[in-house]
């Protein structure tokens, strides 16, 4: 595709729901992130999948937290049980997987646990 | 283990005047060095990057950044604000390693006229 296309862009959500997001990175793009933003907190990095290595889980806050990438492309980050503390926006990332090179992100989903 | 510490959470300067964003570094390796910038309901783009070469690399919009191996350092700077330039700039740090791109907690930039 033309750009890195994250869904939905908004998601509200209850307490103690299960929530799934979803990244469609660039094409051919191997390597792909998922971060969290939330006000004051910068850019938090969650998880990282390059190619066909094990998964970089080293940023995922809690065991509620988990995504997978499908046949090295689209990947969906699922949040169980959520909690009020995981409202944030989530953005998705993608890049060549050539050290050195920018990061393409998607316009995020903005999730709201009430 | 890599990390990005960015002095300053908020910068505010008049149009005009010198911008000075800082960004210092930790890398057990050669790091890749990068400035993303977030425009109000924007995505995030990349402003510039440091890689190998020139220690002094220009960017978009008039910016550059001067990476300092000595200090640990990779701070943004551009001569003369402009109202546009407001937005919070994102100071990022990746390696030969493995290329995991880590950000700082962001600076964001108020200009006034």
């Known amino acids: 595709g033309a750009g890195v296309s994250q869904s939905p862009s908004n998601k509200v959500t209850e307490k103690g729901k299960d929530v799934e997001l979803r990244c469609d990175p660039i094409s051919g793009h191997t390597a792909l992130y998922w971060y969290r933003q939330s006000l004051g907190q910068g850019l938090e990095f969650l998880i990282y999948?390059?190619?066909?290595?094990?998964?970089?889980k080293s940023g995922l806050p809690s065991d509620r937290f988990s995504a997978e990438r499908t046949g090295g492309s689209v990947s969906t980050l699922t949040i169980q049980r959520t909690q009020q503390e995981d409202s944030a926006v989530y953005l998705c990332?993608?890049?060549?997987?050539?050290?050195?090179?920018?990061?393409?992100f998607g316009s995020g989903t903005q999730l709201s646990v009430l | 283990a890599q990390s990005v510490t960015q002095l300053g959470s908020h910068v505010s300067v008049s149009e005009g005047a010198l911008v000075l964003l800082r960004c210092n570094y930790s890398?057990?390796?050669?790091?890749?060095l990068f400035w993303y910038v977030q425009y109000p309901n924007q995505g995030l783009q990349l402003l510039l990057k440091y890689t190998t070469g020139a220690t002094l690399v220009k960017g978009i919009n008039g910016f550059e950044a001067e990476f300092k191996k000595s200090e640990t350092s990779f701070h943004l700077t551009k001569p003369s604000a402009h109202m546009s330039d407001a937005a919070e700039y994102f100071c990022?740090?990746?390696?030969?390693?493995?290329?995991?791109?880590?950000f700082g907690a962001g600076t964001r930039l108020f200009v006034k006229a």
């Open positions: 990022a740090v990746s390696n030969t390693g493995g290329f995991k791109t880590i």
């Open positions: 999948f390059q190619g066909n290595s094990a998964p970089d």
């Open positions: 990332a993608s890049s060549s997987g050539q050290g050195g090179e920018k990061l393409f």
């Open positions: 890398s057990s390796v050669p790091p890749y």
